[in-house]
């Protein structure tokens, strides 16, 4: 594809419910990333993948946050049990090895009622 | 550990005059910066970076920031604003390739006519 592609653009659920967030990453790039960005602030690092490896997931906030990319590609950030305060806009970005540039896709905007 | 401060959250300027916004960071080595542009309802775009190479870096749509390594700043400039520049700014640092970004809080650009 031309970018990073994200789904589902927006999501809207109930406190309680597990939500799944998929991140398609730009065909031939090896790293992943995953932002969390919440209103009036910039992205913060929640996780991130070489390959189906995930290398950091210091920024995930809890253990009901979890992520994978399984074929190396696709990616997806699961929350259980979501909670109003995960409410963000969740970002993804990809990009080549050794190069410094992160890609990003139009993210998926979440809310929790 | 790596930080990004954008001073001002809201900048307005008129059309035609010069653009300045401001970014300063802190990096234990020599970082990698960036900025980033967001357009309502638009994924993070990739204005400009500096990867140490010369310190003036000329990006899209006419933006340029310089790297000063004695102010540990690289603020964005543009001599001349455009309608089409209102949007929101971000500056980003990383260490290396590979890792994760450190974003400042944004700056939101208003250009008025």
């Known amino acids: 594809g031309a970018g990073v592609s994200q789904s589902p653009r927006y999501k809207v659920t109930k406190r309680g419910q597990d939500v799944a967030l998929r991140c398609d990453p730009i065909?031939?790039?090896?790293?992943l990333y995953w932002y969390r960005q919440a209103l009036g602030q910039g992205p913060e690092f929640l996780t991130y993948?070489?390959?189906?490896?995930?290398?950091?997931k210091s920024g995930l906030p809890n253990d009901r946050f979890s992520a994978e990319r399984p074929e190396g590609s696709i990616s997806t950030l699961t929350i259980q049990r979501t909670e109003q305060r995960d409410s963000a806009m969740y970002r993804c970005?990809?990009?080549?090895?050794?190069?410094?540039?992160?890609?990003f896709g139009p993210g998926t905007r979440l809310l929790v009622l | 550990a790596q930080s990004v401060t954008q001073l001002g959250s809201h900048v307005s300027v008129s059309e035609g005059a010069l653009v300045l916004l401001r970014c300063n960071y802190s990096?234990?080595?020599?970082?990698?910066l960036f900025w980033y542009v967001q357009y309502p309802n638009q994924g993070l775009q990739l204005l400009l970076k500096?990867?140490?190479?010369?310190?003036l870096v000329k990006g899209i749509n006419g933006f340029e920031a310089e790297f000063k390594k004695s102010e540990t700043s690289f603020h964005l400039t543009k001599p001349s604003a455009h309608m089409s520049d209102a949007a929101e700014y971000f500056c980003?640092?990383?260490?290396?390739?590979?890792?994760?970004?450190?974003f400042g809080t944004g700056t939101s650009l208003t250009v008025i006519p």
């Open positions: 970005a990809s990009s080549l090895p050794d190069l410094e540039t992160q890609y």
């Open positions: 065909s031939g790039h090896v790293s």
């Open positions: 993948f070489n390959y189906e490896a995930q290398q950091d």
């Open positions: 990096s234990s080595v020599p970082p990698y």
């Open positions: 500096y990867t140490s190479a010369a310190t």
């Open positions: 980003a640092v990383s260490e290396s390739t590979g890792n994760q970004f450190y």
